[in-house]
């Protein structure tokens, strides 16, 4: 694998890129997908209760004859009864135990952090979970839990990319210090959702640079920042392309640097929403110019 592993506060490694079964796998067979994963070189799989697919991912594990200990595996918890749903989802998956189980949104747990968290707190204990940690936590949710946990969350899985590092900054330097990993979901954003804003220009550079593509400069960028990558595609070619980043030269700190400040300029607006400030504003002159 190019991608090394980091350790975890519980002294537990995790690899650092893994593969997703959310997103256009939500609720599908994901059977074949993971198993192209698995061949490609993921060793990392992050599925969930709420994605509906935890028994194809048991199946294509199955299908992999891969060993168990080669294997890293996330499931997130969604709704229930915590110990009537890790069970469940572990008897979907196939699996004795997972590497790593989430509460998947704070939400999902009402107000209840301490409560919950004592839950989750068992389920490593009775051995379920070899780590154990939050996704979609903001800085506050994050600090609730840890001010009376008595094992600190081991990761916190978050939408991250440049255009909300400024915004999750401190999230992340709170975390760092006490041990929790950052994992990153969406960072291809700036790329798939808000193409031309002001991180293309500085990505473009870095990727003529190396002669890579802009992804993996993106990811590469990632990576600097020392958080884990769970990312997901259809093609092989892409996984391919995601692997490859393990390999890569890094970027210099200036063309971190730069996508940095790229980034906190925010993305671009919707084109809808430049097309309704342009009629908004022809209105306000209209009315001016009638009074």
């Keep these: ?4 592993t980091i350790k975890l506060n519980d002294g537990n490694e995790i690899p650092a890129i893994g ?5 256009a796998l939500f609720g ?8 192209q994963a698995i061949e490609t070189g993921f060793s990392h799989l992050d599925t969930a209760q709420s994605y509906g697919n935890e028994g194809s991912v048991g199946e294509a594990i199955r299908e992999s004859g891969l060993s168990r200990e080669e294997l890293f595996v996330t499931t997130k918890y969604w709704t229930g009864p915590i110990q009537e749903a890790i069970r469940t989802s572990l008897s979907k998956l196939g699996l004795k135990y997972v590497d790593l189980y989430l509460i998947h949104q ?3 747990v009402g107000h209840d952090f301490e409560g919950s968290w004592k839950e989750f707190e068992r389920v490593k204990e009775d051995g379920l979970a070899r780590s154990i940690g939050v996704s979609n936590f903001n800085l ?9 946990a008595k094992i600190k969350p081991a990761v916190n899985q978050i939408q991250f990319h440049p255009y909300n590092y400024a ?10 210090k006490h041990g929790i990993v950052t994992e990153a979901y969406g960072s291809l954003a700036p790329l798939t959702k808000f193409p031309g804003g002001a991180v293309d220009a500085p990505v473009n550079v870095a990727a003529k640079r190396l002669g890579i593509t802009a992804n993996q400069v993106i990811f590469a960028w990632v990576k600097a920042k020392g958080v884990v990558i769970v990312t997901t595609s259809s093609k ?3 996984l391919e392309e995601y692997l490859a980043v393990g390999d890569l030269p890094s970027l210099t700190e200036e063309e971190v640097t730069a996508i940095d400040e790229a980034g906190a300029k925010g993305p671009p607006l919707p084109r809808i929403t430049i097309a309704r400030r342009g009629a908004l504003a022809c209105t306000a002159l209209l009315a001016i110019y009638l009074f």
């Design 1 to 4: 694998m190019p991608f090394k």
């Design 19 to 23: 593969f997703g079964t959310g997103s």
């Design 28 to 35: 599908k067979d994901a059977t074949d997908y993971v198993i």
């Design 106 to 108: 704070p939400r999902r």
């Design 140 to 148: 506050e949710q994050l600090q609730t839990i840890v001010k009376t």
């Design 167 to 176: 915004e999750h900054k401190s999230l992340l330097e709170y975390s760092a």
């Design 236 to 238: 092989k070619g892409r």
